[in-house]
Every structure is written in structure tokens, then in C-alpha cells.
């Protein structure tokens, strides 16, 4: 009750004084104060670019799931654009009936706001329109301080269902970008199952000795690289040139490469399952 208490008065000050709400949630997740005078891991780094960059038309661009189509096509990478069934500025101009038996609704001003239908049929409309009701009414740069979401003009985008042979989710292909060059992927497996694991490689398919990856490292036993690797490496170099850190998400099915969205502040800055992971990808952003 005390911490959702702490939450709430963080979240109703955090337009007022964001860079003390942004200690305040860094010393909560980690038990140590934010250095922002000379930053040195990976999310110290994203906390400063909070105050120093992220407050900018092009982050906001970028950072909009509906905008950031333009700029993907502006890079020459149209072509691994999701499929768009439409957009709304509110729940009740969508026509469900002209939806497709599966699809997925997302509203672009923020991380989270997914409803992912598999099948329409089953769908509680009511239900899912109070929901997305709920997400278009919420700041959600105010949550944990990220201002690129500030300034986003909210709208809910209605999406292709995507899914793997299998039908279920498909892997998530993170790549980890310092001005314009990928150095790490995070591959994130098992999402259907709900105990998603998740494995770092470096752009030659090497395994890095972060989280997940060591009980890979310490069985030699990890995947083959996926076709379609070097595509989503190409790709991700194209649309990072233009930032000192940005996480470009991929998903790949049956070798075709699917724009996800660019991630500008992976877990808010606040993510403690990085450990080693924060100080050697740190190490790679230069302020």
C-alpha cells in the first residue's frame, strides 16, 4: 500500500520535478542514488538522455507507433512495415465486423497498450473499448519520466496478427544501436508460454555471457543463427543512424523481417535484470 502510495505522488509530480521522480523510482528499483553527473551504465545513460535528448521533436516522431511508419518509409525500409487495418481517434469508430478473425489494437503513446485477438468471435468488444478508453485517457510519460511520449497525439492503431509457424507468438529480435551500429541482440523466446527467456548475441551470432545466455554458454548448446539475421541487422543500422542509443525491435517470420518499433528507453531506464549487461552495453554510449 505504502510503495503504490510512493508510485502515485511520483506519478502526479513527475511533469513538475521529473528529474527528482526520476531518482526517486532509480533509488526504488536499485537501493542506490542515480549518478547523473558522470553516468556509467547502461541505465544511468538512458536516465540522462531522459534530460538531455529525449525531449525532441524527432524522439517524439519516432517514439509515436503510428508516426514512426513515416519515418521507417523516409529510411527506405518500408517494405517491413506491419500490415494497417486502420486508425482511431477513440474505441467507437472501430468497425469490428471489418476486422479480420485476427488482429492486434495498440495505442501509440506509450509501452504496454496491446490487445492481441486471435480470434474475434471470443472478443469482448465492450470490454476491450473500456480498456482502450482507459490507455488514451493515461500519461504515460508521467508513469516513470520518459518525455518522448509526451507530445504523441494519442490514437489506437489496429494491426495484422502476427504468429509464428506454429501459431504462436514469434520470437522478438532486440538490437541494441550506438550511433548507427548495432552491437548486441537480445532475442526474447517462449513469450506464449509466459516464462519468455532472454538470450544476448553479438552481430556475428556469438553469445554474450549476460543473464539468460550464461545457462546457454554453460551447456554449449544455443540456436543456429535465424535466416534473416543479416537482414535485420542491415535494417536496424538504417534506422538508428540519426541516435546515440536506441533499441530497434524486429520480429522475423519465416525469414521476412517485421518492423516491431524503436525503443528509446528499454524498461524506463530502471531494469535490474540487466546486471553485467548494464555496464558492458553502458560502456558502448558515449554522452
Not at 79 to 96: A, F, R, S, T
Request: aromatic share 14%.
Amino acid at each position: 500500500m505504502i510503495k503504490q502510495t510512493v508510485k502515485s505522488a511520483l506519478k502526479i509530480s513527475a511533469n513538475i520535478f521529473p528529474e527528482s521522480c526520476a531518482k526517486a523510482h532509480y533509488f526504488i528499483r536499485f537501493r542506490k542514488r542515480l549518478n547523473l553527473t558522470n553516468p556509467t551504465n547502461l541505465n544511468e545513460k538512458i536516465q540522462w538522455l531522459k534530460f538531455n535528448e529525449l525531449d525532441n521533436d524527432i524522439y517524439t516522431l519516432c517514439a509515436d507507433k503510428y508516426k514512426v511508419r513515416e519515418y521507417v518509409s523516409s529510411k527506405g525500409c518500408g517494405e517491413i512495415l506491419n500490415d494497417l487495418y486502420g486508425v482511431y481517434d477513440n474505441p467507437q469508430d472501430i468497425d469490428y465486423r471489418a476486422l479480420p478473425e485476427k488482429f492486434a489494437l495498440k495505442c501509440n503513446h506509450g509501452a504496454g497498450y496491446n490487445i492481441i485477438c486471435s480470434d474475434k468471435a471470443r472478443l469482448d468488444i465492450e470490454k476491450t473499448n473500456r480498456q482502450l478508453n482507459r490507455w488514451l485517457k493515461e500519461d504515460f510519460s508521467s508513469l516513470f519520466v520518459e518525455p518522448q511520449y509526451k507530445k504523441i497525439e494519442r490514437k489506437i492503431l489496429c494491426e495484422k496478427f502476427i504468429e509464428n509457424a506454429r501459431g504462436g507468438f514469434p520470437d522478438d529480435y532486440k538490437f541494441y544501436c550506438f550511433n548507427g551500429r548495432p552491437y548486441a541482440v537480445m532475442v526474447c523466446v517462449g513469450r506464449e508460454k509466459g516464462r519468455p527467456k532472454f538470450y544476448y548475441f553479438d552481430m556475428n551470432w556469438h553469445p554474450l555471457p549476460f543473464e539468460d545466455t550464461l545457462e546457454l554458454i554453460s551447456k554449449n548448446d544455443y540456436p543456429a543463427m535465424p535466416d534473416g539475421f543479416d537482414k535485420m541487422k542491415h535494417y536496424a543500422t538504417q534506422l538508428t543512424s540519426d541516435f546515440k542509443f536506441v533499441r530497434a525491435d524486429f520480429y522475423l517470420i519465416a525469414g521476412r523481417v517485421i518492423f516491431g518499433e524503436l525503443t528509446f528507453t528499454p524498461s524506463a531506464g530502471l531494469d535490474v535484470t540487466l546486471q553485467q549487461a548494464d555496464i558492458i552495453l553502458g560502456s558502448q554510449l558515449t554522452l
